[in-house]
């Protein structure tokens, strides 16, 4: 007995297909023919990208963001880094001189620039001058020509109106961003999956900051721009789907078989892979960064960078297949020649349905007119000389053939 896969044939316009053999769920997922029901379950995705935003957008209202030292205001002291010294370290050393912890501690560089950054709530002179002391205590650092010196302790003050200049800088950004990806996709592709692809954005936005206010990540300009790029990602995800999507559906109105959103479920389907594939690749370096420069050399400059990067390339992914797509179908089907020539094909599948149904339900009827004779059913003509099913013949037909 073969073991090969089984193949099968199907009519499409009017000529044999041969689908692709039937593998397991991996090899279908790979190669694109797994048939997931990514449009026809539109629904069930609709409802986890509201759950997910509703999520998010309490998060935001209740709990907030937790603004760095850029947004919120206070003041930076920056260290040059000695063998003796440590986050915990220099930790210790602030609490005991200021009574309370700083808000963060984090390594800036490596080798003999790196240094100690530190970011507390806004001080005033005296406490300056204390905490300058208390650290040249107990780390003695050097100046940049090695010699032993209070003044490398450098203490500077942030005013908060410059992260509310980068958060305006960025909003317009974002605005122009938003405008310019619509007219283009508008123009190289249609007006539909133009407000698709922004409201895939716009998904992602939301659930990343919420993210960020869910877990209490701080917010810095860092991660502001890291917003902004990953917003690249994602349009590009979505012109890849779209591409595929609109190969798939051209010349769609010419087909009296398939809808508009067969043929988008099965781009959904060939790209499904492809974009996995990418946010992979995308994000095992985003990975590596938070492992080596953060956790093992301590960079904590580049933390944020990849927090929001990597939370967003993966957001980013499941919008593009499961939120983007349904949604350019929804949008198809409301209005337009393509809503016209869906109700069509499915009053078409809706009669054929029927008739399979009736045929179905004649074979039923037959079987069961001759389950009690002996002989098999026989039929008897009808006034316009087709026979009857379930009838038996007369005993004159009887006689002929005998």
């Known amino acids: 007995m073969s073991n090969s896969p089984v193949m099968e044939d199907r009519t499409v316009d009017d000529q044999v297909v041969t689908d692709a053999p039937k593998h397991g769920f991996f090899d279908r997922l790979y190669t694109g023919t797994g048939g997931f029901r990514i449009v026809g379950r539109r629904r069930m995705f609709y409802g986890i990208a509201v759950g997910l935003m509703l999520i998010a957008l309490a998060s935001v209202g209740l709990r907030g963001f937790t ?18 010294m440590g986050t915990s370290q220099i930790d210790d050393v602030y609490s005991k001189a200021m009574g309370h912890a700083p808000v963060t501690v984090q390594k800036v560089g490596s080798g003999s620039s790196a240094s100690y ?3 507390s709530d806004t001080l ?23 010699a032993v010196d209070r003044n490398s302790i450098s203490i500077a003050e942030i005013s908060s109106t410059w992260g509310g ?35 895939s954005l716009f998904f992602n936005l939301v659930v990343t900051a919420g993210f960020y206010s869910l877990v209490g990540f701080e917010v810095t300009p860092a991660a502001v721009i890291g917003l902004l790029t990953i917003l690249g990602y994602v349009l590009y995800d979505n012109v890849v789907v ?22 988008a479920n099965l781009a959904a389907n060939q790209t499904l892979m492809r974009s996995i594939n990418t946010t992979v690749i995308g994000i095992l370096p985003i990975i590596g960064m938070l492992v080596i420069a953060v956790w093992l050399l301590g960079v904590g400059t580049l933390k944020d ?11 980013g992914a499941y919008s593009s297949i499961f939120f983007a797509v349904p949604l350019l179908v929804t949008l198809k089907e409301r209005w337009g020649p393509v809503a016209a020539h869906t109700r069509k094909v499915k009053a078409k599948r809706s009669g054929a349905a029927s008739a399979r149904a009736g045929e179905a339900a004649g074979r039923r009827a037959a079987a069961l007119g001759g389950a009690g004779n002996a002989a098999p059913p026989r039929q008897r003509e009808t006034a316009t ?9 007369t005993g004159k037909r009887n006689k002929k053939r005998h």
């Open 67 to 84: 603004l760095g030292i850029d947004f919120a205001g206070g003041t930076r002291i920056d260290i040059p880094a000695t063998d003796a």
């Open 305 to 315: 960078l990849a927090l929001v990067q990597l939370v967003g390339m993966i957001v």
């Open 385 to 393: 000389g087709a026979p009857r099913p379930g009838a038996r013949p």
């Open 124 to 146: 005033d002179a005296a406490q300056q001058d204390k905490i300058q002391g208390a650290l040249f205590d107990a780390f003695h650092p050097k100046d940049s020509a090695g």
């Open 242 to 263: 779209f591409d595929k999507v609109e190969e798939n559906t051209r010349g769609v109105l010419h087909r009296n078989n398939r809808t508009y959103a067969d043929f």
């Open 165 to 199: 200049q980068v958060t305006r800088q960025a909003l317009i950004a974002l605005g122009v961003f938003v405008l310019l990806t619509m007219i283009y996709i508008a123009i190289r592709f249609e007006r539909d999956m133009s407000i698709a692809a922004i409201a």
């Open 117 to 119: 950054e530190i970011r």
